[in-house]
């Protein structure tokens, strides 16, 4: 009687693909940026999220219960929602347009050192706050 599945109630959702569409505007993002014809703020927030993104260390690390999956879960679509709607359409299509095409995704060294240095900071502060609650 109450043998419904999981696929009865949710629709069929083909997450690979799901992810390259998601891959392909990051990357769609990160040639905005690149383009004279978007603005400053628009530019600065697709930046945030392309270096997010493609930063070779992961900010939260998946070993982490729930927040390591959060940050590709819902950060990144999010991100990734409110950044197109500051970029003007026909610059963003042209841009999809050249995304692709590409091969390998770039290497966002500004972000990966952003990041370390994020966790060098809270760590530091961690070890500053547990001396000072000690001695």
Same mark, same amino acid.
């Given at each position: 009687m109450y043998s419904r599945q999981v696929t009865d109630i949710l629709p069929a959702m083909p997450w690979r693909e799901t992810a390259r569409n998601l891959e392909r505007e990051v990357y769609a993002l990160y040639l905005a940026v690149r383009d004279p014809r978007v603005p400053w703020y628009a530019k600065l927030c *697709? =930046? *945030?999220v392309v270096a997010y993104v493609f930063s070779p260390i992961d900010p939260l690390p998946d070993f982490i219960p729930v927040l390591g999956?959060?940050?590709e879960l !819902? &950060? %990144?679509p999010l991100g990734v929602m409110l950044v197109r709607r500051l970029i003007?359409? =026909?610059v963003l299509d042209e841009c999809r347009a050249r995304a692709v095409t590409f091969d390998a995704k770039p290497k966002s060294w500004l972000g990966a050192i !952003? %990041? &370390?240095a994020l966790w060098v900071a809270l760590a530091g502060l961690g070890v500053y706050l547990s001396w000072r609650w000690l001695f």
């Amino acid at each position: 009687m109450y043998s419904r599945q999981v696929t009865d109630i949710l629709p069929a959702m083909p997450w690979r693909e799901t992810a390259r569409n998601l891959e392909r505007e990051v990357y769609a993002l990160y040639l905005a940026v690149r383009d004279p014809r978007v603005p400053w703020y628009a530019k600065l927030c *697709a =930046g *945030a999220v392309v270096a997010y993104v493609f930063s070779p260390i992961d900010p939260l690390p998946d070993f982490i219960p729930v927040l390591g999956n959060l940050d590709e879960l !819902i &950060v %990144v679509p999010l991100g990734v929602m409110l950044v197109r709607r500051l970029i003007p359409p =026909g610059v963003l299509d042209e841009c999809r347009a050249r995304a692709v095409t590409f091969d390998a995704k770039p290497k966002s060294w500004l972000g990966a050192i !952003i %990041v &370390v240095a994020l966790w060098v900071a809270l760590a530091g502060l961690g070890v500053y706050l547990s001396w000072r609650w000690l001695f």
